[in-house]
């Protein structure tokens, strides 16, 4: 540990910075700025936290630490951190920026901060990780069956989607297999649907898959056919019809038009593409699109990547610009507009409430609170899906592994979309309560506790390793006791309390979950 040592960000060119650390005498590190470095500050112990990589060419990192004089120095360089990193990230002028959104984007590198409805309840640590000593590993993963998932066997598994039913499918190739769950932490291979084809029988491979009309259905999205939707009958085994959307408006993502609105029997849809949302109504005789309830935005504004819905109808929607729309209408102008950090969204969930949402970035997730106390009415808040949070929107938060950790783990991370878990169980006021997270990243399944992040505590999370890298993960419908998890060539379920903390896993002889394949 050397003392006496600065910390700077220096502009190299328009658009690019560098950290250097070095001491009166020499630089011992000359960085370029990006987001592979995976910062993290924490304010009590006044420090900055990164990873470093000696050989571009090399996959190995190294966690670096630089420890500041105070909590004014470590803030007064998180700041200039978040400004430089978002001109890398976006290539353009931080103080372009709406002076209102700067420290949203700033404050988003801030650590240990309790939310607004953090649960003063104590969580019992042996929930999680309690197993981690013991030798048997029978209970700790179900395999669907021995011998990996059937199907094609020729191509590898590309979609996972979970049911309410308790039945779970999965794409591989052009086959569908389903599985069922008969116990409560098992899997087994129910059928198989072979040779998914249109109905003029010709077989493709589905790009995205969306469970409807109470589980009855599945609509099947095909990789050339961008402005048609297949409806699949699941009690035949079939595609039936194929719905039109729109001659002139693509669809490249479809989501119920509330959240666990197709596990009900809802009828409706909502469909994006890079720069429009729209209702689909397959009730309707010739196009599937309303156009009353359809907002185009000029090219340069939309880049959607992907959307969410909540319990009421009300719609997020991720930018590969890394911003986020709030709207409670399809046919007008976003309420509110949360600017990205820079990174991509990739994948986008939300509460039941719509009070949370998790947008997933390839090496962070971000918890955004979409509520704010109401400064005209004493002890109210208000929604941003019903009105501009502006200024009062609470900053957000980045869930990350801590850099020692992705050190440990491979020194990538490339996250796959975060989910909240489901409930079957509503409170006294009706209301369901969500209280984990999931992702993975490579071969790592990681989960936080969400109750333990709104206290503050962002490196609580556990994690499963896998022997090979994770398709998609989900929890069990209704519950978050049990993951199922894609990989490659085979589904397994997986016991929420036998993920580990990182260091536990170090410690144990039986944490890895190998793949038959």
Same mark, same amino acid.
């Given at each position: 540990?050397?003392?006496?040592?600065?910390?700077?960000?220096?502009?190299?060119?328009?658009?690019?910075? !560098?950290?250097?650390?070095?001491?009166?005498?020499?630089?011992?590190? $000359?960085?370029?700025?990006?987001?592979?470095?995976?910062?993290?500050?924490?304010?009590?112990?006044?420090?900055?936290?990164?990873?470093?990589?000696?050989?571009?060419?090399?996959?190995? +990192?190294?966690?670096?630490?630089? &420890?500041?004089?105070?909590?004014?120095?470590?803030?007064?360089?998180?700041?200039?951190?978040?400004?430089?990193?978002?001109?890398?990230?976006? &290539?353009?002028?931080?103080?372009?920026?709406?002076?209102?959104?700067?420290?949203?984007? +700033?404050?988003?590198?801030?650590?240990?901060?309790?939310?607004?409805?953090?649960?003063?309840?104590?969580?019992?640590?042996?929930?999680?990780?309690?197993?981690?000593?013991?030798?048997?590993?029978?209970?700790?993963?179900?395999?669907?069956?021995?011998?990996?998932?059937?199907?094609?066997?020729?191509?590898?598994?590309?979609?996972?989607?979970?049911?309410?039913?308790?039945? #779970?499918?999965?794409?591989?190739?052009?086959?569908?297999?389903? %599985?069922?769950?008969?116990?409560?932490?098992?899997?087994?291979?129910?059928?198989?649907?072979?040779?998914?084809? #249109?109905?003029?029988?010709?077989?493709?491979?589905?790009?995205?898959?969306?469970?409807?009309?109470?589980?009855?259905?599945?609509?099947?999205?095909?990789?050339?056919?961008?402005?048609?939707?297949?409806?699949?009958?699941?009690?035949?085994?079939?595609?039936?019809?194929?719905?039109?959307?729109?001659?002139?408006?693509?669809?490249?993502?479809?989501?119920? #038009?509330?959240?666990?609105?197709?596990?009900?029997?809802?009828?409706?849809?909502?469909?994006?593409?890079?720069?429009?949302?729209?209702?689909?109504?397959?009730?309707?005789?010739? &196009?599937?699109?309303?156009?009353?309830?359809?907002?185009?935005?000029?090219?340069?504004?939309?880049?959607?990547?992907?959307?969410?819905?909540?319990?009421?109808?009300?719609?997020?929607?991720?930018?590969?610009?890394?911003?986020?729309? %709030?709207?409670?209408?399809?046919?007008?102008?976003?309420? !509110?507009?949360?600017?990205?950090?820079?990174?991509?969204?990739?994948?986008?969930?939300?509460?039941?409430?719509?009070?949370?949402?998790?947008?997933?970035?390839?090496?962070?997730? %971000?918890?955004?609170?979409?509520?704010?106390?109401?400064?005209?009415?004493?002890?109210?808040?208000?929604?941003?899906?019903?009105?501009?949070?502006?200024?009062?929107?609470?900053?957000?938060?980045?869930?990350?592994?801590?850099?020692?950790?992705?050190?440990?783990?491979?020194?990538?991370?490339?996250?796959?979309?975060?989910?909240?878990?489901? $409930?079957?169980?509503?409170?006294?006021?009706?209301?369901?309560?969500?209280?984990?997270?999931?992702? #993975?990243?490579?071969?790592?399944?990681?989960?936080?506790?969400?109750?333990?992040?709104?206290?503050?505590?962002?490196?609580?999370?556990?994690?499963?390793?896998?022997?090979?890298?994770?398709?998609?993960?989900?929890?069990?419908?209704?519950?978050?006791?049990?993951?199922?998890?894609?990989?490659?060539?085979?589904?397994?379920?997986?016991?929420?309390?036998?993920?580990?903390?990182?260091?536990?896993?170090? &410690?144990?002889?039986?944490?890895?979950?190998?793949?038959?394949?």
């Amino acid at each position: 540990m050397r003392e006496d040592i600065f910390a700077e960000l220096i502009r190299t060119s328009k658009f690019e910075f !560098t950290l250097v650390i070095s001491d009166e005498s020499q630089a011992y590190i $000359s960085q370029p700025l990006d987001a592979s470095m995976n910062p993290q500050f924490n304010s009590h112990a006044c420090c900055f936290v990164w990873l470093w990589k000696d050989d571009v060419n090399s996959d190995t +990192v190294y966690p670096w630490s630089v &420890k500041f004089a105070d909590a004014s120095g470590e803030a007064l360089f998180r700041d200039a951190f978040g400004a430089c990193l978002y001109e890398v990230l976006n &290539k353009s002028e931080f103080l372009k920026v709406k002076a209102e959104d700067r420290p949203w984007i +700033v404050n988003a590198y801030k650590e240990d901060v309790e939310m607004a409805d953090a649960d003063a309840r104590e969580e019992d640590d042996e929930d999680e990780g309690s197993n981690e000593d013991s030798d048997e590993d029978d209970d700790r993963y179900q395999d669907a069956v021995d011998g990996g998932a059937p199907g094609d066997k020729t191509a590898k598994i590309t979609n996972l989607t979970i049911g309410k039913r308790d039945r #779970s499918y999965f794409v591989r190739g052009q086959s569908i297999g389903v %599985l069922s769950h008969p116990s409560g932490n098992s899997l087994e291979y129910s059928t198989v649907i072979n040779n998914v084809a #249109s109905l003029d029988n010709k077989a493709f491979t589905p790009s995205k898959v969306l469970l409807h009309d109470g589980d009855r259905s599945m609509l099947l999205m095909h990789p050339n056919k961008e402005h048609t939707v297949y409806r699949m009958d699941l009690g035949v085994g079939k595609v039936v019809e194929e719905w039109t959307i729109d001659d002139v408006t693509p669809v490249h993502e479809i989501i119920p #038009s509330a959240k666990n609105n197709a596990a009900a029997g809802g009828n409706t849809l909502v469909g994006i593409n890079h720069n429009s949302i729209f209702r689909i109504d397959p009730r309707l005789s010739a &196009k599937k699109l309303v156009q009353s309830e359809s907002k185009t935005y000029t090219s340069n504004v939309g880049n959607f990547n992907c959307a969410t819905t909540t319990s009421a109808g009300n719609l997020a929607v991720g930018s590969s610009k890394g911003d986020i729309r %709030l709207y409670n209408k399809l046919n007008v102008r976003a309420k !509110t507009h949360l600017p990205g950090l820079g990174d991509p969204v990739i994948g986008i969930d939300t509460t039941e409430d719509g009070k949370w949402i998790i947008a997933t970035c390839r090496t962070y997730l %971000l918890l955004v609170c979409t509520e704010a106390k109401d400064a005209k009415v004493s002890g109210a808040v208000f929604s941003g899906f019903n009105k501009s949070l502006g200024s009062q929107k609470p900053f957000p938060v980045r869930l990350q592994l801590r850099p020692e950790h992705v050190a440990w783990m491979g020194g990538v991370v490339s996250f796959t979309t975060a989910k909240f878990n489901t $409930s079957s169980n509503a409170d006294s006021a009706g209301q369901f309560e969500e209280t984990s997270i999931v992702t #993975s990243t490579g071969n790592f399944v990681v989960s936080w506790n969400f109750r333990r992040v709104k206290q503050g505590k962002l490196n609580d999370y556990t994690i499963k390793q896998f022997g090979s890298n994770v398709v998609a993960d989900n929890f069990k419908f209704g519950e978050d006791q049990n993951i199922i998890v894609a990989l490659p060539e085979d589904v397994h379920m997986v016991a929420k309390k036998n993920l580990q903390t990182p260091t536990k896993m170090l &410690k144990s002889r039986s944490s890895i979950v190998n793949s038959p394949y």
